[in-house]
Nanobody
Framework: QVQLVESGGGLVQPGGSLRLSCAAS????????MNWYRQAPGKERELVAS????????NYADSVRGRFTISRDGAKNTFYLQMNSLKPEDTAVYYC?????????WGQGTQVTVSS
């Protein structure tokens, strides 16, 4: 079955960096677009970044473009979100996601807190 397992969240000061990882299994990783979402308290879940398949095309939310970088490693069936210059408004639970056979699958979520 499809599984997504996240790691890498935590507490960081403003201006700091974190890297999130998402290990995928149960499907052909190389052929699916992979996504990172986040959900802050009292807000809807929003798409943060996506990475395509063969060409590795990436897309970012305006709020994170230039600060976050999404990448994938086909050999490890893992994709990443490198977050730099973090701001308090980046505080949220971050979820990795794949839409596999019209069904959305989610990681368990990892808390990122940006605070001094």
């Amino acid at each position: 079955q499809v599984q997504l397992v996240e790691s890498g969240g935590g507490l960081v000061q403003p201006g700091g960096s974190l890297r999130l990882s998402c290990a995928a299994s149960g499907f052909t990783f190389s052929t699916y677009t992979m996504n990172w979402y986040r959900q802050a308290p009292g807000k809807e879940r929003e798409l943060v970044a996506s990475i395509g398949t063969i060409d590795g095309n990436t897309n970012y939310a305006d709020s994170v473009r230039g600060r976050f970088t999404i990448s994938r490693d086909g050999a490890k069936n893992t994709f990443y979100l490198q977050m730099n210059s973090l701001k308090p408004e980046d505080t949220a639970v971050y979820y990795c996601n794949v839409r596999w056979r019209i069904v959305n699958y989610w990681g368990q979520g990892t808390q990122v807190t940006v605070s001094s």
